[in-house]
């Protein structure tokens, strides 16, 4: 965690100007026909696994084989680009992101993993730096990794840091609050009889008296956020969406700066707001498009609200919790239903075992009700599984969307809150054997108040192949019978993605026709040992057949 916080932090700011690709020049580039060679290439494809060169033209794959094949299907006037014997795979679709949260946790300020006045130094001066002139530095979530802490940032060195700019800041829990004398001066407190930990009531009235962030300061936390997508190989996401971030990807798509594609999806309470104007799943272009739409039926694991059948055990007065899509009992079901029956694709959270299985009756329910159709449903997070629910993924066709970073981050803590449980959490290779079920994978980026998941599809393939945590525990994997191929992993953030948004024939593995969006990575993955995969780094990223990021020289 610490590592990837500060390597963010590190290189955001120096490599972001370089983001803003000459979209003029750009054009020009892309009409001629060019060949990627000497690579080697997993396509995705299963009519043709592997390829040693691949032809693109205008934004999309004119040929891929091997290289005379290629070279020959291009012609004389195509220009040759070596690959140096690289690995590439399709671009990596990340099927689970809060863009807009992430944007502002990357120009603002990330406490996370600080709980210490050097930290807070460090971090607070960083952000200073990124944040426009006259904005506010906000919220920061400090202590999520140090629980037994109990350091609180003191005002007068946030005052010493920020100078005139108002800041205010929360632990983790939003069970603190400090604000330093320019957030006090502006809500009306006078800094002079006040030390800056505030109490609920005035930390909301100083939130009352705070400037909605400018859309300049939205394009600013836009960009970062996808400079930190490109940098990791993500080519699409699938996106929780508000109304705010999708002002700025139509903005930034309108400007040709919108280096990923983006699967919108709003909520599904806007169902009939979606339908009334004949809005269905599918509707956009191959930029920005909107491709389902977010339930939730349960909380999370984190905090313990993930709804299950049996108490917690470190909790035996709590089972949970549904979430107000949940009730009055009956909404919803009324709220699939209907969004199903008007072309929508419901795409709902659920967690916990009774969640997963209430949630498995209601989409056999809207089935049954609606008759059969390709409608591809899913099921967001499908954590934990009881033995009996995993052929029921398989004989509903429900898509299973999961994020396997989160199973190496909450092992830590999954056996004393749920016990033996356990055994069905994150449970892949059932979903995939016992279940049937088709499986796409996520980042849940940038994570919650309590933790930072990074858009690394590099560090999910290990975590979804290993089962282990990044300093490599437990030695042989955490339910090992669990783990997944390195050739799954991939599909689940290639090929299998594409189709779980129904893109699949223009998008997702490398064959003529497709999007020429792939990676290239430092190291072929089919080829190290799985504990080596969390090192391998992402050289090129490509979209539509635009280099929109290059880490380093190919050749080693
Ligand atoms: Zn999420």
């Keep these: 965690m610490r590592r990837i916080l500060s390597i963010l932090t590190t290189t955001l700011v120096a490599l972001t100007a370089s983001l803003c690709v000459t979209a003029v020049n750009a054009r020009q580039a892309e009409s001629q026909i060019r060949v990627l060679v000497n690579g080697r290439i997993w396509t995705g494809d299963v ?16 040929a891929v084989g091997d290289r005379a094949q290629v070279v020959r299907a291009a012609g004389s006037d195509a220009r040759q680009e070596d690959l140096a014997g690289r690995f590439v795979t399709p671009g990596f679709i990340d099927t689970h992101t809060h863009f807009a949260r992430a944007g502002e946790l990357l120009l ?57 700019r108002p800041a205010l800041l929360n632990k983790w829990d939003r069970s603190q609050f400090v604000a330093n004398a320019a957030a006090l001066a502006a809500a009306g407190i006078d800094p002079a009889t006040h030390d800056g930990l505030l109490s609920r009531e005035e930390a909301g009235r100083i939130y009352r008296a705070m400037p909605r962030p400018s859309f300049e300061q939205r394009l600013a936390e836009a960009r970062l956020g996808l400079w930190d997508l490109v940098r990791h190989g993500v080519t699409t996401i699938h996106d929780i969406t508000g109304a705010g971030a999708m002002r700025t990807y139509q903005y930034l798509k309108a400007r040709d700066s ?27 272009d191959e930029v920005l498009s909107i491709c389902g739409l977010k339930g939730f039926v349960d909380g999370i694991m984190g905090n313990s609200s993930a709804m299950f059948r049996e108490p917690y055990r470190h909790m035996p007065d709590t089972r949970g919790r549904w979430r107000t899509m949940m009730s009055p009992p009956g909404n919803m079901e009324r709220l699939i239903g209907s969004a199903d029956s008007a072309g929508l694709t419901p795409q709902i959270h659920a967690i916990g075992d009774l969640a997963v299985d209430t949630l498995l009756d209601m989409f056999a329910d809207a089935i049954e009700q609606n008759g059969p159709r390709d409608r591809r449903l899913r099921m967001i997070h499908a954590q934990v599984v009881e033995a ?136 072929d993955l089919f080829a190290i040992a799985p504990d080596a995969i969390k090192d391998v780094r992402v050289l090129r990223t490509m979209v539509s057949g635009r280099w929109v990021y290059s880490a380093e020289a190919l050749s080693p």
Excluded at 47 to 62: S, Y
């Design 108 to 164: 603002g300020v990330n406490l996370l993993d600080v709980s210490d006045d050097t930290g807070l130094r460090r971090r607070v001066g960083e952000a200073g730096d990124r944040l426009p002139p006259g904005s506010w530095m906000v919220g920061g979530d400090w202590g999520a990794y140090d629980l037994e802490s109990d350091w609180a940032p003191r005002r007068s060195v946030l005052d010493s840091l920020t100078g005139d």
């Design 258 to 284: 919108l280096t990923v594609r983006v699967c919108a999806r709003p909520t599904l309470d806007h169902w009939e707001d979606l339908a009334a104007v004949g809005i269905v799943t599918g509707y956009g």
């Design 388 to 523: 009996d629910d995993f052929r029921r993924f398989g004989e509903l066709g429900i898509i299973a969307e999961v994020q396997p970073y989160h199973a190496i981050d909450d092992m830590r803590w999954m056996e004393d809150r749920i016990g033996s449980r356990s055994r069905g959490a994150y449970a892949f290779r059932s979903l995939i054997k016992n279940g049937g079920a088709l499986l796409v994978f996520g980042s849940d980026w940038p994570g919650t108040n309590a933790a930072w998941y990074p858009a690394d599809p590099v560090l999910g393939i290990y975590a979804a192949v290993t089962r282990k945590t990044l300093d490599g525990k437990p030695e042989g994997g955490w339910y090992p019978d669990e783990r997944v191929t390195v050739q799954e992993a991939l599909e689940a953030y290639t090929v299998d993605a594409a189709y779980a948004a129904f893109e699949e024939d223009w998008k997702g593995k490398l064959a003529p026709g497709y999007v020429a969006d792939l990676v290239v990575l430092s190291e």
């Design 47 to 62: 009519a043709r696994p592997w390829a040693e060169a691949v032809a693109l033209q205008d934004g999309r794959i004119l």
